[in-house]
């Protein structure tokens, strides 16, 4: 953690177990990345990997993509975002989210070295489905030279959560009106075989479907 992203409001919603947070990294799938791309700013969805060994996180993206060439050494923010639930309270001004956030900023680099931009990418498949990098055929020559690597340190990385019921006002409460919390989690649906194979749903999509079930 540092100044710029240490907790300014609320702090004591501020998680400071550090595995925690590496924790939290590692079970989601998708990413903001906000960063300058010239003259203006952009926020876009990306799949992304924690690497534990490098305490760093990886993105991807197209070499085409403008903002992949904007963002080697510049400063970005990464946000990843759970809701677990909506609180409902017995006003608007009290109506929130329960949620875990985590913000990441630091000096995005450039993954140059075919061998690391290899394991970063194989790092984002798994990320989605553990194990399912073991099952695939490895990357092509065309297909890595057709993809942008960014690592961004975990060094100036905070996590901020809200769990919890209603906060009102003791006037509301007497009023009467129902309030409570909604839960919300993201849940796995049956596997969809794509119809050009004829074999079973493999042992690893199977126990991530599990998993999220």
Request: some cysteine; proline content about 6%; charged content about 25%.
């Given at each position: 953690?540092?100044?710029?992203?240490?907790?300014?409001?609320?702090r004591?919603?501020?998680?400071?177990?550090?595995?925690?947070?590496?924790?939290?990294l590692?079970?989601?799938?998708?990413?903001?990345?906000?960063?300058?791309?010239?003259?203006?700013?952009?926020?876009?969805?990306?799949?992304?990997?924690?690497?534990?060994e490098?305490?760093?996180?990886?993105?991807?993206?197209?070499?085409?993509a403008?903002?992949?060439?904007?963002?080697?050494?510049?400063?970005?923010?990464?946000?990843?975002?759970?809701?677990?639930?909506?609180?409902?309270?017995?006003?608007?001004?009290?109506?929130?989210?329960?949620?875990?956030?985590?913000?990441?900023?630091?000096?995005?680099?450039?993954?140059?070295?075919?061998?690391?931009?290899?394991?970063?990418?194989?790092?984002?498949?798994?990320?989605?489905?553990?194990?399912?990098?073991?099952?695939?055929?490895?990357?092509?020559?065309?297909?890595?030279?057709?993809?942008?690597?960014?690592?961004?340190?975990?060094?100036?990385?905070?996590?901020?959560?809200?769990?919890?019921?209603?906060?009102?006002?003791?006037?509301?409460?007497?009023?009467?009106?129902?309030?409570?919390?909604?839960?919300?989690?993201?849940?796995?649906?049956?596997?969809?075989?794509?119809?050009?194979?004829?074999?079973?749903?493999?042992?690893?999509?199977?126990?991530?479907?599990?998993?999220?079930?």
């Open positions: 953690m540092s100044d710029r992203t240490r907790l300014t409001r609320l004591e919603r501020g998680v400071e177990n550090r595995e925690e947070l590496l924790d939290f590692a079970g989601q799938f998708i990413a903001h990345l906000a960063v300058d791309a010239g003259g203006y700013p952009v926020a876009l969805p990306v799949a992304y990997a924690l690497d534990r490098g305490d760093q996180l990886y993105v991807h993206g197209s070499v085409g403008g903002w992949m060439r904007s963002a080697p050494g510049s400063p970005v923010c990464v946000t990843v975002t759970s809701v677990d639930g909506l609180v409902l309270a017995r006003s608007g001004f009290h109506h929130s989210m329960n949620y875990r956030c985590a913000v990441v900023i630091g000096d995005a680099r450039l993954v140059e070295p075919e061998e690391e931009r290899a394991r970063a990418l194989d790092l984002v498949v798994d990320q989605i489905v553990p194990g399912r990098v073991s099952t695939l055929r490895a990357n092509t020559r065309k297909e890595l030279a057709a993809t942008s690597v960014l690592a961004v340190p975990l060094a100036e990385a905070s996590l901020k959560r809200r769990e919890g019921g209603v906060g009102d006002e003791p006037e509301d409460v007497e009023a009467g009106t129902w309030a409570g919390v909604l839960p919300l989690r993201l849940a796995a649906g049956e596997v969809e075989t794509d119809p050009l194979t004829s074999r079973p749903v493999p042992e690893d999509v199977a126990r991530r479907a599990a998993e999220l079930r």
